[in-house]
């Protein structure tokens, strides 16, 4: 999941260039690089273990997938119900809110990360700005042409 990136060539030019120059390219240079290796979007995933009262049972077995959880495992003791699973971790919060709402506070759920996974959707892509930095890169080339 980790990679690793080395800037291999650069150009100065001194009487234009200057290191805040190579700090400002640094992340461009890297989202392009990202997009040209065909790097694989992953997102975290979490097994939780969900203890409630029996009563929810129900419920939380069902809302379950609406926060794109798997539940894999079903202990029913005596006054209460015990889930494992996984779930993506950008869900785990609305659904503990949403538990604890229904279950008036008395659901328990213990997370740990478990791996990760490919992510499914459509990225979350936030649109430029006018001042954007690609802008910076025209105007970093043209002030060496």
């Known amino acids: 999941t980790d990679c690793k990136i080395c800037f291999e060539y650069g150009l100065y030019y001194s009487p234009v260039s200057t290191p805040a120059d190579f700090r400002s390219l640094a992340p461009i240079v890297l989202e392009q690089a990202?997009?040209?290796?065909?790097?694989?979007?992953?997102?975290?995933?979490?097994?939780?273990?969900?203890?409630?009262?029996r009563e929810y049972l129900s419920r939380a077995y069902h809302d379950a997938p609406k926060y794109c959880a798997t539940i894999e495992t079903v202990q029913v003791k005596k006054?209460?119900?015990?889930?494992?699973?996984?779930?993506?971790?950008?869900?785990?919060?609305?659904?503990?809110?949403?538990?604890?709402?229904?279950?008036?506070?008395?659901?328990?759920?213990?997370?740990?990360?478990?791996?990760?996974q490919a992510a499914v959707g459509k990225p979350v892509i936030q649109p430029r700005?006018?001042?954007s930095r690609l802008d910076k890169v025209r105007y970093m080339f043209q002030k060496i042409m």
Request: glycine share 6%.
């Open 79 to 116: 006054d209460e119900v015990v889930f494992t699973g996984e779930i993506p971790a950008r869900c785990i919060q609305a659904y503990r809110t949403d538990l604890a709402f229904y279950t008036n506070g008395q659901s328990v759920c213990l997370t740990e990360l478990k791996g990760y």
């Open 129 to 131: 700005r006018p001042n």
């Open 34 to 53: 990202l997009k040209e290796s065909g790097t694989q979007l992953l997102e975290p995933y979490l097994s939780f273990t969900l203890y409630a009262p």
